[in-house]
């Protein structure tokens, strides 16, 4: 049975702060959805730097070119082999050529082959490919694939829709050809069958025989098989993640994976390690028919998942950062995904969803309504919590294990058809909600 309760609390400031409550038996009723991709979520993901991000952090931008692809867009072949790569992902092959071959001079784009500027101009024609200014004289791409959907779309199809992991949103998480918008990351697991791996060794929800425990699942603990090949880390070749390296080491043959596909070959390594995803190294060149990949390892685990850091381990508040995640303010050196997290611990306030049970194993899901982008009012809306304050509500509200999930704009609850409390994209000029698109969702019918 499902359960739902709204908390009106306050902070030690005095500011408001909504919880809605969510409780239900087991984490194992729970599913993992895929929303269908809305054409929408194109328009969407360029209305949110040009009316929210550029405006406020103009100063770390520079001209931000954001496109997404279109099924009759012709790629000539040789685009598909260049520089030692071998493209098998289509948006990969043209974020590679537009880094490659555009640049910014003068305050004007330069392209230095035609072949390039002539699927840049499609794409603009075609209403896929918009540039939004910041003050920097700078150029960077902003990809978009494929994988965001509305979980409005589902209301009536499931008792609870809640958003789940972190994905790639902003150019800073797009540093290498492969990273694209909507790339959800994070280590998803139902029934023993591992959809997503764990990324840069962070936290993970993990339900075993019906007992919810906080443990750190390595994607080097896995086996990760392709077309028929099995590999594993230090047995038969070395995998590459952001966080220690940017590239993978020169020499051997690199295969390019993001989630569940292999994206590109890359001969005598070298190679940009994704950010969503990581290389795996190999001795001698190989090649496959199945781009495909699976992953093994984790069978005894009815449920599991990873985003964000802890909120509450055996009871026990968390008061720092257990998982590594990148400061954007910081130069670029070794990034991660993603990119803006609230830096300071205790004191920056957002949306939050957290996903957890109490002591007997019994889930809980909690929903920290946020501040507006834009119309807030201090006195009468809800502020939205730090890391910390979360934590404390959490043991406050008899969690005893959870971890955050994908919070600020995408932080979502639609439980028996509606939301109870709002979400914090509004429009800057009627305040109005705009649901975010997101790529994964947890969902119980």
């Known amino acids: 049975m499902i359960s739902s309760t709204v908390y009106n609390l306050k902070h030690k400031d005095g500011l408001n702060q909504r919880v809605q409550q969510v409780t239900f038996d087991s984490l194992n009723e729970i599913e993992f959805l895929k929303p269908a991709y809305n054409p929408d979520s194109f328009d969407a993901v360029c209305n949110l730097y040009e009316q929210f991000f550029i405006q406020k952090y103009d100063f770390i931008c520079g001209w931000i070119l954001i496109y997404t692809l279109i099924d009759d867009l012709f790629i000539p ?6 520089d030692g790569m071998t493209f098998f992902d289509r948006l990969s092959c043209v974020n590679y050529h537009f880094k490659k071959n555009i640049k910014l001079k003068n305050n004007k784009l330069v392209f230095l082959n035609k072949e390039t500027q002539q699927i ?57 050809f492969f990273d694209s918008v909507s790339t959800p990351v994070g280590l998803m697991v139902k029934n023993g069958k591992i959809i997503a791996p764990n990324m840069y060794d962070r936290e993970c929800l993990i339900v075993r025989d019906n007992k919810v425990t906080i443990e750190t ?50 001969k005598n390594g070298n190679c940009e390690i994704p950010e969503s995803g990581f290389v795996i190294k190999i001795e001698k060149e190989i090649s496959i028919k199945d781009y495909s990949v699976k992953y093994r390892g984790l069978e005894d685990v009815s449920f599991g998942l990873s985003v964000g ?14 998982s590594p995640f990148y400061n954007m303010f910081s130069p670029i050196k070794k990034a991660f995904v993603p990119a803006v997290y609230p830096l300071n611990f205790k004191k920056d306030r957002a949306p939050r969803i957290v996903l957890g049970a109490d002591k007997d194993n019994k889930a809980m899901l909690l929903w920290f309504e946020g501040a507006g982008k834009f119309g ?35 932080a979502q609850i639609i439980f028996n058809r509606q939301r109870q409390l ?15 698109a997101v790529p994964t969702a947890l969902v119980i019918k």
């Open 120 to 176: 840049f101009n499609y794409l603009k024609q075609n209403n896929k490919l918009h540039i939004v200014k910041g003050k920097r004289n700078k150029l960077t791409f902003l990809p978009v694939s494929k994988n965001f959907g509305y979980l409005s779309q589902y209301q009536n199809n499931y008792q609870l829709l809640v958003n789940s992991n972190f994905f790639v949103m902003l150019h800073f998480d797009c540093d290498s």
């Open 217 to 266: 699942i390595r994607l080097s603990q896995l086996k990760i098989e392709i077309d028929g090949i099995t590999y594993q880390d230090n047995v038969n070749c070395q995998l590459y993640q952001r966080g220690k390296n940017r590239r993978s080491k020169k020499g051997g043959f690199d295969i390019v994976v993001v989630n569940d596909r292999v994206l590109a070959f890359k």
């Open 422 to 436: 709002m979400i914090s994209d509004r429009n800057n000029n009627t305040f109005q909600q705009q649901e975010r």
């Open 376 to 410: 807030y009012d201090r006195n009468k809306d809800s502020s939205g919590a730090s890391l910390k304050e979360v934590g404390e509500i959490c043991q406050r509200l008899q969690m005893y294990n959870g971890i955050n999930l994908d919070g600020g704009g995408s």
């Open 77 to 82: 072949d040789n685009m598909f082999e260049c």
């Open 309 to 322: 850091n802890s909120t509450i381990v055996n009871g026990k508040v968390t008061d720092k950062f257990i």
